[in-house]
């Protein structure tokens, strides 16, 4: 009888750990901390004795468990190989198979960001739908592509890197990834930022935002208030990011959006900002495309990882 | 014994029609005109006499054949069901179904461009891989992906529209769909003529352009003899599709990209224009992507057609 599975999330601080009936439902969730040292070499064996505790602590064996879907930083392809997580300290890797070796049960892997992308459609803002493309704003501009129902991966792993989309041919400052004007210079919380102390510094408007630390919070806070400068900033993310989708959906043609990452906690003001920019920019074939708000938070990665298994 | 399929590919005026055995060799392929009168009517009947003619001059019944496969303009479901084909006269029609029922066997249906590529994909210039992006440069920009040797179709068969994904925000003039500053605005035979034209206007180099009719062939053979004018021409036109291109990896990060349609008569030289601004703007996971040049020219859509029922 199987009637278990674990959905597991790697960060760069913790490991998020779900332990899930055969039905989806979230029975218990816990986390462990990440130990990077000596290339990430104790990740693994640290996960495989969470879930061989947790087995015993619960009374079950190898054969009441569906399997362990797990999610890490890096490009994953479709075999679980891991080309490159610098966060964790890991070179080329095949995660399925050496996590397979320790935890005795079925594994698959993911692309951290693409998992999450499978858990919103699951069970979060992408419920009801198969092709949905997650858009991740926090730090950087995370993305994950649902098509029927299943990530796509990409030829080596590196589909959806939509934050690094490029967009502006003028920029001077280098994105994260060596390249210069990627649709997350804008439109991440450190790209709210930039965009909001560019118009400080060209704009002579008055703003609360000229008597604050500026982040994306204080932003969005601005703009609730009626802030027109703040207002103007979000204008120009919601260009930018609207413009980016719809050059994704040019491509895939999803049926929803979601909108996920610490930024998407402003709620659902961030979709006016961007839906009638997408609909500027789009083709008509996709001018249909729902906008929700994704609903998971930061678990939206153990049930992206529990679906991987229960497909 | 299913030892046959057909492959067909429905064009504004003529339908290609293509009979292969099961290896996919094509035996025999020939034309018959596209009828658009009364809202495109007679193209199914017209089809399904052409096949069921086909059968009784080799003497083969229903049973031998495996299916037929067909493409067509206009989105394309996943079902089969087109989604107006506003050049043969339709609006929605079930194009599976109906074939279906002309013909007594198996249909399979998709749109021509993304047909085209999954051709490209099978015997042509994507030979070898699975994940393929075809662009097709001719009056148009017309695409199509290929993701794990399946056509990528979207939530209604609006995947693959590379040709409209926004470019430029400034661009005055219309595009086809009804946006401004669109991909085949710069990058289609019209757009060539349009960035040659805008290039002769600006500039007061001497150039062979200045004394002929522009076309884009003109163009690239002006770029072949050295011609300065015709050459930034290139590179402009190289410096958009490479950028688009770049922008289509970051969704979903093929193995190749096949360069195809009229345009691509011009031969590998194009690949030369596109390809360093496509490395110049592309998230390094993909970078590495390969460029060939389509080699099944207008044949690509019934292979395709084909492949999509020998599938």
Redesign the interface.
Known sequence: MCNYCFGIDIGGTSVKMGFFNAEGTLLEHWEIPTRIEENGKYILPDIAEAVLTKMKEKSIVKENIIGVGIGTPG?VD?SGVVHKAVNLGWGVINLKEELQKLVGVTVKAGNDANVAALGEMWQGGGQGFE?VVLATIGTGLGGG?I??GKI???????????G???MVDEEEEECG???HG?LEQYTSATGIVRLAKRKLASSDKASTLRSVTVDSKVVFDAVKAGDVLAIEVAEEFGEYLG?GL??????????VFVIGGGVSKAGPILIDFIQKYYIK??????RD?KFKMATLGNKAGIYGAAKLVLN
Chains 1, 2 share one sequence.
């Open positions: 490009p479709e092709n592509i098509i029927n796509l991966t990409g030829s080596i792993g590196a589909a959806g890197e939509i690094h989309i490029h990834c060596g390249n990627c413009k719809a050059a994704i959906a040019g491509v895939c043609n999803p049926e920019y789009v083709f008509h074939g996709s495309a």
